[in-house]
């Protein structure tokens, strides 16, 4: 018997990825009845959370804004507030917002094969009530990190620290850090985006770095999509500005796999031109690894570079020893006079949400699982999960995820199946395994990539993270592949059995 919480589909997270899947759903597959449930009070997930200064996205917004919803600013590479306000006229504009559920933190999902169905406890944020829901369907658009809290190393001397320390994905509400001496610890995108926007008001910022990150400089406007704009109609320009910008990033990505020396030595002479003779280019701003081995720093306007040229920021590549009462003491024996310590140091990957999910009683171990296309897990039913690229920006993949689930909706409904599940061939058990993101060296990766299920060495147990194959693969290929296995309600296979 039904309960009042059930509904056809489920998302969990209403973040850009289930914003996006709601769209979808409504448009492709308008005879199902969905929710989203948000723990967080507000849509947005990321650029609703992160409130730091400068918090802006690291790809353009044609790519990273939705392929049915035109980003129309001048500025390509946007703000966190400019993108909640795309969000919120999304939600707006396409009806979504009356099926958002906010405040429902979920933490457990459990599968039933006799009913087909997921059933999902969540707490009220609001109220602490514990509530369940069930669906036929569940798709988990939570993102790949932990919101509770981000990473932060050990730091020897932490304690002794008389000034403030702050993780970006904690930014205390209207902190002044007005003629402060501020260090930043890390060398990411996070990183790169607080340091030019705390010089403008801090005494002084220091970036301190383990080792070098590779970065490139990129006007915040796009010329060409500003010109675009003034000849075509506003979807039309969009379009080709998106499909321009997908074909750019997947030609760079690639010569960085076939051409890596040519490619780090065009980026490092742009840094050279930047920066100017006198400044040590090799010892800051040239890694140990090739392009894109790690997720590449873009710098909106070169602001960085603007920063250390004007003398208001600084770049010091050492090894912390201590934490000291008044900065930090490196393995060099120099000392950083520190007001302020922001550990930009990485976030904590989590899978699938931080949640439980059982399946017929029995709890999934999903690093013992094989990926399906990067989307979903053997031998787990009706789930999809979206992840973004590495290597592009996210949405192009969010986009590519929530139509698959669509199609596979739709599928079940056509061929009156009601659960669908991949399952290995018999062909396909001696794989050999290999971790879920291949060739990305990065540390918050890395640290948790034992928990990640395993990528086989055939189609379709593969997560290749290209755009130009999985348009292919995940928007068009096949689902009746022999892996993807539709099956009918028990009730029916008995009764049919009998006849």
């Known amino acids: 018997m039904m309960t009042t919480n059930h509904f056809d589909v489920l998302i969990v997270g209403a973040g850009i990825s289930g914003i996006g899947s709601a769209y979808h759903l409504k448009t492709l597959c308008p005879d199902r009845s969905f929710a989203i449930l948000e723990g967080r009070p507000d849509i947005g997930g990321t650029w609703d959370l992160f409130r730091y200064p400068g918090v802006r996205s690291d790809s353009d917004m044609h790519t990273l804004g939705y392929s049915f919803k035109p980003w129309t600013d001048a500025k390509a590479i946007a703000d966190g507030p400019s993108i909640m306000k795309y969000l919120r006229a999304t939600v707006q504009e396409f009806g979504i917002a009356p099926h958002i559920k906010f405040n429902h933190l979920v933490s ?5 094969s006799e009913t087909a169905t997921w059933t999902l406890t969540a707490k009220r944020a609001d109220t602490g009530e514990t509530v369940t829901y069930s669906c036929n369907f569940l798709h988990m658009c939570s993102g790949y990190y932990s919101y509770k809290e981000g990473y932060t190393p050990e730091f020897p001397g932490r304690d002794r620290f008389r000034g403030t320390i702050i993780h970006p994905q904690k930014w205390p509400e209207n902190f002044d850090y007005s003629g402060k001496r501020v260090v930043v610890i890390g060398s990411g995108a996070t990183a790169m985006t607080v340091v030019p926007a705390m010089a403008d008001k801090a005494a002084h910022v220091t970036m301190l770095q383990r080792s070098p990150t590779y970065v490139v400089a990129r006007p915040d406007v796009d010329r060409v999509a500003e010109m675009l704009k003034k000849v075509f109609p506003e979807k039309a320009a969009y379009a080709i500005t998106r499909k321009k910008n997908t074909v750019l990033q997947g030609f760079f990505y690639g010569r960085t796999r076939t051409q890596p020396d040519k490619v780090k030595a065009t980026l490092l002479a742009g840094v050279r031109q930047a920066l100017g003779p006198n400044f040590d280019v090799d010892k800051h701003f040239t890694p140990s ?63 699938l949400g931080e949640m439980t999910f059982e399946v017929d009683g029995e709890v999934v171990d999903f690093a013992q699982t094989w990926t399906y296309r990067g989307v979903a897990y053997s031998d787990v039913p009706n789930l999809v999960s979206t992840f973004g690229y590495i290597n592009a920006s996210w949405t192009l993949r969010a986009d590519l995820v929530s139509t698959f689930v669509c199609r596979l909706l739709n599928h079940m409904r056509d061929t009156k199946t009601v659960q669908v599940t991949p399952r290995l061939r018999a062909s396909d058990r001696n794989m050999t395994p290999r971790p879920w993101i291949e060739q990305f060296s990065a540390g918050y990766m890395q640290r948790t990539m034992d928990q990640m299920p395993k990528q086989g060495d055939r189609e379709p147990w593969v997560n290749p993270q290209s755009f130009k194959i999985e348009r292919k693969t995940i928007g068009k290929g096949r689902l009746d592949d022999g892996v993807l296995q539709f099956t009918q309600p028990r009730v029916r296979e008995s009764v049919s059995a009998g006849e």
């Open 108 to 112: 457990r999902a459990e599968w039933n």
């Open 289 to 351: 690894y090739n392009p894109w081995d790690q997720r590449m720093c873009l710098l909106t306007n070169g602001d960085l570079f603007t920063s250390i040229n004007a003398g208001r920021a600084s770049v010091v590549t050492d090894h912390i020893d201590t934490f000291t009462e008044t900065g930090i003491r490196l393995k060099s024996g120099d000392e950083l006079e520190a007001d302020v310590i922001v550990t930009a140091t990485g976030l904590n990957l989590v899978t």
